[in-house]
DNA sequence: CGGGTGATAGACT
DNA sequence: GTCTATCACCCGG
């Protein structure tokens, strides 16, 4: 298993979200690999998209990394959770992809460890939050870049059949709450729970 | 020290 | 599936 070329961040964000479905997140930890094939997406656009951290370009400590080249990870804490995008768009633009579901594929043992022994198998990767914890993935990653072991995405085939939807948790966001920019694959039952 | 940042587990129906 | 209580860190002022 190898990172996929740096030169396959470089496409309009909507183009990448849906490109990223089908890839390879792959951690390579002394315990194990742990892989999980991306299954659901949601878009960022930030100079135009009030429910991005980086909307109207608001640049901070936080936001930084999304001015930077495509392919960067940017990662932030959600409470208890912590949440993984890649960073999208050209330099200056500050746009990012998050990743909110991966079926599991390789490593399920230590997800399973991970996550807790009793937990159901379509449980362990079915939301943001969860798969990182399921692949161990932490903010220490902040700013790491996708194409660089030990945490990478590396290329699979892309899936067939995709769906749209309105992002999820972002009501509050007004009209961009309405915006198809969540992608996943149709019937698969590693995608999150949909919630209106 | 206040504001910003939504997802999760588990109980229930 | 639906509902709801609970969860913590980073930052700027």
Request: aromatic letters at 8%.
């Given at each position: 298993?190898?990172?996929?070329?740096?030169?396959?961040?470089?496409?309009?964000?909507?183009?990448?979200?849906?490109?990223?479905?089908?890839?390879?997140?792959?951690?390579?930890?002394?315990?194990?690999?742990?892989?999980?094939?991306?299954?659901?997406?949601?878009?960022?656009?930030?100079?135009?998209?009030?429910?991005?951290?980086?909307?109207?370009?608001?640049?901070?400590?936080?936001?930084?990394?999304?001015?930077?080249?495509?392919?960067h990870v940017y990662s932030y804490t959600m409470h208890t959770h912590t949440l993984i995008n890649v960073v999208s768009g050209p330099v200056g633009v500050p746009h990012a992809v998050l990743i909110r579901a991966v079926e599991p594929v390789a490593g399920l043992e230590l997800m399973r460890k991970n996550r807790g022994s009793s937990m159901k198998e379509t449980h362990l990767t079915n939301?943001?939050?969860?798969?990182?914890?399921?692949?161990?993935?932490?903010?220490?990653?902040?700013?790491?870049?996708?194409?660089?072991?030990?945490?990478?995405?590396?290329?699979?085939?892309?899936?067939?059949?995709?769906?749209?939807?309105?992002?999820?948790?972002?009501k509050n966001s007004g009209e961009a709450a309405r915006y198809p920019w969540r992608f996943f694959e149709k019937d698969n039952r590693f995608v999150s729970p949909y919630r209106p």
């Open positions: 298993m190898q990172p996929i070329e740096e030169s396959f961040f470089h496409m309009d964000t909507l183009q990448l979200a849906q490109h990223l479905l089908g890839q390879f997140v792959v951690h390579e930890l002394p315990q194990g690999t742990l892989i999980g094939r991306i299954v659901e997406t949601e878009a960022y656009l930030g100079e135009c998209d009030r429910a991005a951290h980086s909307f109207n370009n608001r640049r901070s400590k936080r936001t930084e990394i999304m001015f930077h080249e495509p392919g939301g943001p939050g969860k798969l990182t914890e399921a692949l161990q993935i932490t903010n220490e990653y902040y700013g790491h870049h996708w194409t660089k072991k030990p945490l990478y995405i590396a290329r699979n085939e892309r899936v067939e059949q995709i769906e749209t939807s309105p992002r999820i948790g972002i």
